[in-house]
């Protein structure tokens, strides 16, 4: 496995949302909310993950993303570039861009839809793995690919890829995370992909968080990684329960609809703005959305 810097790929990861205005995607916004995460203490971002409703953009908006992301951070935090797609050809178009763009790492989603069989899973992330030099985390989520991956499949990719780093879990399994720390040990980074399992997958061994609700809550979210870390477990406790409802939050409705409504009420985007088959929160939802805002003081 691969041999990091002990402080890289830990800590608080965002997946930033893709700011919209008049159907084009505002490049100029997006780079004001780097600016945020580096301002609120952020470890690092990450570009283009499912918060960023990269199914809607194009190949060049999703690496232009990137370019304005890495520029923005001027190595002030490392840069995670969320490069994965259906499609074999569009993945490695995307990861190979996102290697000469800088980023510093990669994550790439189980190819979603076509439910592949897990020796494909593992024969597509060698693949892949042998086109790049960069860390790369897999990005599990079940829930929105279709497709699980285990643990055994995970091993015998990392057998092929010396730099495959680490994954980011997002499905209600304690498990699965037990058991991959368990065969490929402390240093294989796993980062959560599900709010409300952030407490006790970090007190399990968890590398790290890669929240949809750090667009909102940056500060917390780092402080309740931070916490952890130096085995704070009443602070950390306390911060869980802080961000308990703001958690919830980002599931009131598909992802990122909630944050992006919250964001724009927050003054941190202009419009609200989604491409189909996304839509805006409807006005019930926004009145649900105003009051968690209220109750958590960001307003």
């Known amino acids: 496995m691969i041999d990091l810097d002990d402080s890289f790929l830990r800590g608080s990861y965002p997946p930033l949302v893709t700011p919209l205005r008049h159907g084009a995607v505002d490049y100029d916004t997006f780079a004001q909310l780097v600016e945020l995460q580096v301002r609120d203490g952020s470890h690092g971002i990450v570009v283009g993950g499912t918060t960023a409703e990269p199914s809607t953009l194009t190949i060049e908006e999703r690496s232009q993303l990137l370019e304005v992301a890495v ?10 570039a969320a490069t994965g797609s259906q499609s074999h050809h569009e993945t490695l178009t995307l990861t190979l861009r996102a290697e000469e763009i800088g980023a510093d790492a990669l994550l790439i989603v189980t190819p979603y839809y076509i439910k592949p069989p ?57 498990t699965f995370l037990t058991q991959a720390l368990d065969t490929l040990g402390a240093d294989f980074r796993v980062f959560v992909g599900l709010e409300e399992l952030s407490f006790p997958m970090l007190a399990i061994g968890a590398a790290g968080l890669m929240n949809a609700v750090g667009n909102v809550a940056p500060r917390q979210v780092a402080a309740l990684y931070e916490a952890v870390t130096r085995g704070d477990l009443g602070a950390a406790r306390q911060l869980h329960f802080d961000l308990f409802e703001l958690n919830r939050a980002v599931f009131f409705d598909t992802n990122p609809i909630p944050i992006k409504y919250m964001m724009k009420r927050m003054g941190l985007l202009p419009v609200n703005e989604h491409r189909l088959p996304m839509v805006p929160a409807t006005k019930e939802l926004e009145q649900q959305l105003d009051e968690v805002l209220q109750r958590a003081g960001l307003l």
Not at 71 to 80: E, H, N, Q, S, T
Not at 129 to 142: E, S
């Open 118 to 174: 897990a020796r494909g899973l593992a024969e597509y992330y060698i693949d892949l793995g042998k086109r790049t030099n960069l860390p790369l985390l897999i990005y599990h989520i079940p829930g929105r690919a279709a497709v699980s991956i285990d643990v055994p499949t995970i091993e015998r990719i990392a057998d092929s890829v010396p730099h495959l780093a680490g994954i980011k879990h997002a499905a209600n399994d304690l």
């Open 71 to 80: 520029d923005a951070a001027a190595g002030r935090l490392p840069i995670v």
